[in-house]
């Protein structure tokens, strides 16, 4: 028997819900959503109501708001942005003689909804009974296409059960959908009132488009459906469109046994450039190529693209089902947010709801790319393209806050700061050489020397100029930044964030590495020797602040002075710490929100030794809250490899279940796509110990006690390779492509058409430290 929790059942390939539960109907909407990256779709009920927060998202398509300062101050930014609902085309109301078919009414015998990992498509089926006794059998399925990236096509199906029965199906475009204010809690989106106003509109036959724009962005959209029918007698059709509606209505007589069965392609268009015209061209075209490539091909295309997917990307977990799905879902989602961006960026809560307004953050770089980098390499290269095409505006911004090279957003959609809250916003540095960092490691995977050169040593060098002006060398020779905020938010305006530093250091390191090796990209860039050197000296001199008596790094310094947080005296109802005490507090004290010097530890393996990596993670773990998704992941990672083996395991189910067990209670407004790339993050860094440095691909694995066994593939260069642990050994096997040198657990070795299996040394486990009171990790017997 399939074992369920939180609603679904537990399988390894699909997500399925069954019955029918009005209070969870929001947050599944954020579960079930589809995406391609370019189009999202929340996974709302066809016939559009009930509904916690309807969701129809283009990527890039936002809205300008101003920010409202009580006390405005230089180079605060003067407007966020706002990610839009845009025209909804999912909605196909339904009538049976005369009643609206609405689940909050008459009986809804039985109603299942799986999202199918393989086909990329969310199904439902679901019987319902009238107030009047009326009793129909609807079976919808839908995919936003990942072969057509402009494409949406729902399958919708009704049976009539016991009886002959009139049925009426609309078929709507809707724009400027009422959506509910959802209270004070910043994570949440800001509600934009009627954000679409209407150019044009028109209906003919089966089909209508609508086009509108925006008043602040000045963006146009458009959207546009078409229709297949397949119904035993003639309908009677009537199409309409006005400004924020178009409807195709269809009355039909079905005989008892009978089916009608549409099938709906709905068609997205949008530009800050291009034409009312142009963009109904666009639309049209897609509609077009849809309805002639048609249901089943589309379907064929969409599990083909999939197949490739997971032929590239699956992880096999042995020994824990409901894990496996964890695992499986969270690849889907970044898939889902990252596949068909094309030089869009990828938000922190992908396109799946409105959740932090639709921006992205380091969220990407640091937790999402590495897992695209080596399952997707395209999809991690547009994304990076996306930062290189808003490396004007980083210039402008860097040049604006009085510093050379650029500096880029905290958060954004279009490119320009969207923060207005300045010590979590402009002050997170740390973005620039986050965005280094991956843009190196894409590079070391890929050997992309195209990207290198359009994009890549451009960004390293631009980001170098930024610290180098940042930073200061005082008196004691050491190279000082001060005055920002690492990846723990509840610290901010600190000196010398170890975080920062050592990835400003490495940012420094790999641009004059790249300017030594293209010089050609060096002059065109601009960059002389002297400029290098200078880049060198400032690495080489990096502070990176130490407490001797306690012998660990200070997360920032002065850090270990702080008083520390009292956590057995802080209610396990008031966490989050930000909704409940005034960062006034928060920031004079010793708490981590997230995972700052543990993550530093990850990403620059090579910058602390193994004691110190251990006394470190023995200390921060004290004091780290998890308030943020996107610490479980990092946690897990650091301690898996410092030998704290069951609570890496604990943390990567944390990781894996945060959106499926809502953990953090805010999973209606989107998922957190970081923690689901985390779950990646986790296995592969974790407990494969997959560490990329100079070029290089080293693994340490160890298979977490729990498990009996766990594979993973990675893209490597042109190569495919496959990481099987077990127990005692690990086996390594080229999948495709030409041999590759790798290293397990300090031993170099080739691997070419011959699996290769080696040992893995006895596992040493060391005794975890003491959380903070209440903040042990998510129990699933719990
Ligand atoms: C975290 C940030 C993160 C943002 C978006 C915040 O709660 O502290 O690190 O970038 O959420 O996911």
Same mark, same amino acid.
């Given at each position: 028997m399939t074992k369920r929790l939180h609603g679904f059942d537990i399988d390894a390939w699909e997500l399925r819900w069954r019955g029918l539960d009005l209070n969870a109907l929001p947050r599944t909407e954020s579960i079930f959503a589809l995406s391609n990256g370019h189009i999202g779709l929340r996974g709302g009920l066809e016939e559009g109501e009930p509904v916690g927060t309807p969701g129809t998202y283009l990527n890039g398509f936002y809205e300008k708001r101003d920010f409202p300062y009580a006390e405005p101050g230089y180079g605060y930014p003067q407007h966020g942005q706002s990610l839009v609902n845009v025209t909804d085309g999912k909605i196909i109301r339904l009538f049976v003689e005369d009643e609206p078919v609405d689940v909050r009414y008459g009986h809804t015998g039985e109603h299942e909804r799986v999202l199918d990992f393989r086909s990329g498509t969310l199904r439902r089926d679901t019987v319902w009974t009238s107030p009047t006794g009326r009793r129909v059998r609807i079976r919808t399925e839908r995919l936003v296409s990942f072969t057509e990236r402009a494409l949406v096509a729902i399958r919708y199906e009704v049976e009539a059960l016991d009886d002959d029965l009139d049925l009426v199906i609309q078929s709507d475009l809707l724009a400027n959908e009422p959506i509910d204010s959802q209270g004070g809690d910043p994570r949440i989106a800001a509600v934009l009132d009627r954000p679409l106003i209407a150019d044009f509109a028109v209906a003919r036959n089966y089909s209508a488009l609508l086009a509108h724009h925006t008043a602040a962005s000045g963006l146009r959209m458009a959207a546009g459906m078409d229709h297949e029918l397949e119904a035993a007698k003639r309908p009677r059709c009537d199409v309409h469109a006005e400004e924020d509606l178009a409807r195709l209505t269809i009355a039909v007589d079905v005989a008892r046994g009978d089916r009608i069965c549409l099938t709906k392609y709905v068609g997205y268009g949008w530009s800050s450039q291009r034409s009312v015209p142009a963009l109904r061209a666009q639309v049209d075209a897609a509609l077009a190529a849809g309805m002639e490539t048609g249901w089943d091909r589309l379907l064929e295309r969409q599990r083909a693209y999939l197949d490739t997917f997971w032929s590239n990307a699956d992880i096999e977990i042995d020994g824990d089902p409901e894990m496996q799905q964890a695992v499986r879902f969270a690849l889907f989602h970044v898939l889902q947010a990252g596949a068909r961006g094309e030089t869009r960026a990828i938000p922190a809560k992908g396109l799946t709801g409105p959740g932090y307004d639709g921006h992205s953050f380091w969220d990407t770089e640091i937790f999402v790319l590495p897992v695209l980098t080596h399952t997707m390499p395209v999809a991690a290269r547009d994304a990076l393209r996306w930062r290189h095409s808003t490396l004007e505006l980083a210039k402008r911004r860097a040049h604006e806050l009085r510093q050379a090279g650029a500096m880029f957003p905290w958060r954004s959609i279009n490119g320009e700061e969207g923060s207005g809250y300045w010590p979590a916003g402009t002050a997170a540095v740390h973005v620039s050489a986050d965005i280094a960092h991956a843009t190196v490691q894409y590079l070391a995977a890929t050997g992309d020397t195209e990207f290198e050169t359009e994009c890549g040593a451009e960004l390293l060098v631009e980001t170098a100029r930024m610290w180098a002006s940042l930073g200061h060398f005082n008196g004691d020779g050491l190279f000082r930044i001060d005055g920002v905020t690492g990846p723990d938010e509840y610290s901010a305006l600190a000196d010398n964030n170890v975080y920062t530093n050592v990835m400003a250091r490495q940012n420094l390191w790999e641009a004059a590495e790249i300017c030594r090796r293209r010089t050609d990209l060096a002059e065109r860039l601009n960059v002389d020797e002297a400029e290098v050197a200078d880049w060198c000296a400032s690495a080489d001199a990096m502070a990176m602040p130490?407490?001797?008596?306690? &012998?660990?790094? $200070?997360?920032?310094? &002065?850090?270990?002075?702080? !008083?520390?947080?009292?956590?057995?005296?802080?209610? !396990?109802?008031?966490?989050?710490?930000?909704?409940?005490?005034?960062?006034? =507090?928060?920031?004079?004290?010793?708490?981590?929100?997230?995972?700052?010097?543990?993550?530093?530890?990850?990403?620059?393996?090579?910058?602390? +030794?193994? $004691?110190?990596? $251990?006394?470190?993670?023995?200390?921060?773990?004290?004091?780290?809250?998890?308030?943020? +998704? *996107?610490?479980?992941? !990092?946690?897990?990672?650091?301690?898996?490899?410092?030998?704290?083996?069951?609570?890496?395991? =604990?943390?990567?189910? $944390?990781? &894996?279940?945060?959106?499926?067990?809502?953990?953090?209670?805010?999973?209606?407004?989107? *998922?957190?796509i970081a923690s689901l790339a985390g779950t990646w993050l986790s296995c592969v860094a974790g407990f494969g110990g997959m560490r990329v440095c100079g070029g290089e691909v080293r693994f340490r694995p160890r298979l977490p006690p729990a498990l009996r066994r766990l594979s993973f593939r990675i893209l490597w260069r042109e190569s495919r390779v496959e990481v099987e642990i077990t127990g005692e050994s690990t086996r390594y096997r080229l999948l495709s492509g030409a041999q590759v040198e790798l290293w397990h657990h300090d031993e170099a070795f080739t691997l070419g058409t011959d699996p290769v299996v080696l040992k893995v040394p006895p596992r040493e486990s060391r005794k975890a430290p003491k959380l903070p009171a209440g903040r042990e990790p998510y129990r699933r017997d719990a």
């Open positions: 130490f407490n001797e008596a306690l &012998g660990v790094h $200070e997360q920032s310094e &002065g850090f270990t002075r702080h !008083a520390r947080w009292d956590f057995d005296a802080t209610p !396990a109802d008031h966490y989050p710490l930000l909704l409940h005490y005034p960062y006034f =507090d928060l920031y004079r004290r010793q708490v981590v929100k997230q995972a700052d010097l543990t993550l530093a530890m990850y990403l620059c393996p090579n910058g602390f +030794s193994a $004691e110190q990596k $251990e006394r470190n993670i023995d200390y921060y773990e004290q004091l780290t809250v998890r308030d943020s +998704s *996107l610490s479980a992941c !990092a946690q897990s990672v650091l301690a898996a490899e410092v030998g704290h083996h069951e609570r890496a395991y =604990d943390y990567f189910v $944390e990781a &894996g279940l945060t959106d499926l067990h809502d953990l953090h209670d805010n999973v209606t407004s989107g *998922l957190h």
